[in-house]
């Protein structure tokens, strides 16, 4: 298993801050999310992914056990 962190108005759309994953890829895994939970779909395209504390944006990148993936919306100020 891995994990979705989601923060901000991820977490609000997703309904939690933290879930479970069992899905394979990237893509596997935020698809899943946005076929449960409508509100994610127009978040997402605005969010960021890092997987283990680096970018990622290939849908087919590996997820493995133990994963973190975070989902970052934009933050206002600076």
């Known amino acids: ?3 979705i962190r989601w923060f901000g ?3 609000e759309a997703a309904g939690c801050d933290i879930e ?6 990237l893509g596997e895994a935020l ?10 779909v127009a978040v997402l395209v605005r969010c960021s992914v ?3 504390g ?13 994963a973190t993936i ?3 919306p934009p933050f206002a100020g600076g």
């Open 1 to 3: 298993m891995a994990t």
């Open 9 to 11: 108005a991820a977490a």
């Open 20 to 25: 479970p994953t069992a899905a394979a890829t």
């Open 31 to 40: 698809a899943a999310a946005r076929a449960t939970r409508p509100a994610l």
């Open 50 to 52: 890092l997987l283990d």
């Open 54 to 66: 680096v970018r990622a944006a290939d849908p087919a990148t590996a997820v493995g056990p133990g």
């Open 70 to 72: 975070d989902v970052l």
